[in-house]
């Protein structure tokens, strides 16, 4: 157990073999990221995508070996308080980023991912009181739990992504049905294209968190006790409403601006449910309760 | 004739549709057979060294070296020949330059900004042709090579540099670049062309050429239809089916000559329950409109009209012009780069004409 002030002076001292000095840097770089794309679009100008690859690739790097310094610490997929939630789903949705933002070349997620990720690795960092607990080996040794945990956070990346592509669509939409098409909204992919990828981030989304949950869930039918209902209760409940979400997509019930919002509130809701799940206790020593979180 | 004595002198001469009217233009540009025959003939003149022909329906320049300005004039009094131009009149449009303002002037050139449509794409292409034809003749050497090969670099400085070539800046580009903002990709959207108003024909002509998935006509009248199908290689539909059958499209460029409105709400609203996450784009072209205007309050249709597309390419148009300053400053710069390295060979200046 750290106090993460300590750390955070142990970082001005330019300590690297604590794992928040590479938090930071990782961070830094995300913002960097942040400023160039503010920059540009202040000046009405593309953004050098390959600078801006280069940013997110450094700090995906850095953020990273973090994230593995904290595993060696905590024995374990470091998601054991809100500091290493935050970290681990700012870096699953720069994986994706680097998956999809590549592949499909869209303009301005480079942006956007950077915005996600520096506020989501500052905020925690800027946040000692998140930090202040390591609960040590919370898994206890149990792999699939691990394995559980650590996909339900990424689909928790997957729908930051998501949430970041529905506000470029609601951008797109407005930039067409207002007839501004220049300036920062000339950069913006294509309403089409940004449909389907949020149609298939979605899918992706839905299936991971549906996974984490079974693989959680053979584990908790065994161990009924082991588990807050009320954790089990959120969790189910933010992969319900995705779900509903992606049914009434697939009816053509519910799509385009109000897809991409109802996605925005949805991200923004499982962001909060995190902090419900997230268990405040602390460290209870190397062998303790394995969590189902998130 | 040469002498020893007098350094060679880089000149441009020529005429562009900058100093010359529209009726004067169509007799300067050179045909393929003409052009040969200047070369040939340019050959032959003493105290020309180098030369390359920049030759488009817009401009005719000639880019050289010479040693002295007999042999430009002998040129000129060649070209006037071949194409049948009055020399007197040709003496009252051409242009010349020499030194470091023929670099400039190349590098704007192949920027696009002397062209008549301000930072035009075609004009690099035709500037990279000319050169490459004259390569070909062997009537290009170490000064021209040089000059040429830095413009373009120097012109692509420029054009990536600056917004000079950003947004397109005719009705029917601005309506095929917007479909791109809503589709991305073309090659899988299905354009319907309703009417057979000129500027229809041209939009379509323009998705066309962008690579459209497919294209269909459809007219008041069939027989006008099939006719046009058949000019764009496309498929004929009754005007009839029109409303049934607009789910089935994605782009519809409209530019009939009804009266009223032929595209209602209802229709638009109905095709789109059928087609629920695909956008409609609908490029009015007509006067009086064919969209209903509120067609536009449904979430998945897009409505440009023709003041809408006019209104963008204006802007894109002043957009360009706001950097005309920057890209002549770049220009400048590059040209003065160049100048540098070619001076010691071809520094001189061409007497007074």
Redesign the interface.
């Known amino acids: 157990m750290r106090e993460g002030r300590e750390v955070d002076s142990m970082v001005l001292r330019m300590d690297p073999s604590t794992d928040r000095f590479w938090f930071w840097l990782a961070g830094a770089c995300y913002f960097a990221g942040l400023v160039l794309g503010t920059a540009a679009v202040l000046r009405r100008r593309p953004h050098s995508r390959g600078l801006m690859n280069v940013i997110v690739v450094v700090g995906y790097v850095l953020h990273t070996y973090a994230l593995y310094l904290r595993g060696v610490e905590v024995r374990g997929c470091p998601i054991g308080n809100p500091f290493e939630i935050f970290q681990f789903t700012a870096w699953s949705a720069t994986s994706l980023y680097l998956v999809v933002g590549t592949t499909f070349r869209i303009s301005l997620l480079g942006y956007f991912t950077s915005m996600l990720s520096a506020a989501l690795t500052l905020l925690s960092l800027a946040m000692p009181a998140w930090d202040a607990t390591h609960r040590v080996n919370i898994f206890g040794g149990n792999a699939w739990i691990e394995f559980h945990a650590a996909l339900a956070l990424f689909s928790y990346g997957v729908f930051g992504l998501l949430s970041l592509t529905s506000i470029l669509f609601l951008l797109r939409h407005f930039s067409l049905k207002n007839k501004q098409l220049d300036g920062t909204f000339a950069f913006l992919p294509s309403i089409v294209d940004l449909d389907q990828i949020g149609y298939r981030l979605l899918i992706t989304g839905v299936a991971l968190l549906a996974t984490s949950l079974l693989v959680g869930a053979s584990w908790w039918v065994r161990n009924p006790g082991a588990v807050n209902p009320f954790k089990i209760a959120v969790t189910v409940s933010i992969w319900l409403a995705y779900a509903t979400a992606l049914g009434l997509r697939l009816r053509g019930r519910v799509q385009g601006k109000r897809l991409a919002k109802v996605c925005i509130a949805l991200f923004a809701a499982a962001l909060l449910s995190l902090s419900l799940i997230t268990p405040r206790r602390p460290a209870t020593g190397p062998a303790s309760v394995p969590s189902s979180q998130p | 004739m040469s002498s020893p004595d007098v350094p060679p002198s880089l000149f441009v001469v020529g005429a562009s549709h900058q100093t010359t009217p529209i009726e004067l233009r169509e007799q300067l540009a050179l045909t393929p057979e003409k052009l040969a025959q200047l070369h040939d003939a340019a050959s032959r003149l003493a105290g020309l060294r180098e030369l390359a022909v920049v030759n488009t329906c817009n401009r005719v320049e000639f880019y050289g070296v010479a040693t002295d300005a007999a042999a430009v004039a002998a040129l000129e009094q060649e070209f006037c020949r071949l194409s049948g131009f009055d020399p007197a009149t040709f003496a009252t449009i051409r242009r010349m330059a020499d030194g470091s303002d023929v670099i400039r002037h190349l590098v704007a050139v192949a920027s696009g900004l002397e062209s008549q449509m301000l930072g035009e794409n075609e004009i690099f292409g035709q500037v990279k042709s000319a050169y490459e034809g004259a390569q070909q003749r062997r009537s290009v050497g170490p000064v021209l090579n040089r000059v040429f090969q830095k413009a373009f670099q120097g012109a692509k400085h420029v054009r990536t540099q600056t917004?000079i070539t950003?947004?397109q800046v005719s009705v029917a580009n601005v309506a095929v670049e917007?479909a791109?903002?809503?589709?991305?990709d073309l090659s899988e959207t299905r354009v319907l062309l309703l009417g057979a108003g000129d500027i229809g024909e041209k939009t379509a002509k323009a998705f066309q050429s962008r690579g459209a998935g497919s294209l269909t006509v459809a007219s008041r009248t069939l027989a006008r239809a099939l006719e046009l199908a058949t000019e764009f290689g496309a498929v004929a539909l009754p005007f009839e089916q029109v409303s049934q059958r607009l789910h089935e499209y994605d782009i519809l460029v409209c530019s009939t000559a009804a009266p009223h409105a032929v595209i209602t709400h209802a229709a638009v609203a109905a095709a789109l329950r059928r087609r629920?996450?695909?956008?409609l784009f609908f490029i009015d072209l007509a006067l009086p409109r064919d969209v209903e205007p509120e067609v536009?309050t449904l979430?998945?249709a897009?409505v440009?009209n023709l003041d809408?597309l006019a209104?963008?390419a204006e802007?894109?148009r002043a957009?360009r012009e706001a950097e005309v300053a920057r890209a002549r400053t770049l220009v400048g710069e590059r040209a003065e780069a160049i100048w540098r390295q070619v001076a010691p060979q071809a520094g001189g200046r061409l007497e007074a004409r």
């Open positions: 917004a950003v947004g917007l791109g903002t809503i589709f991305g629920p996450s695909h956008p536009a979430e998945n897009f440009y809408d209104r963008i802007r894109n957009a």
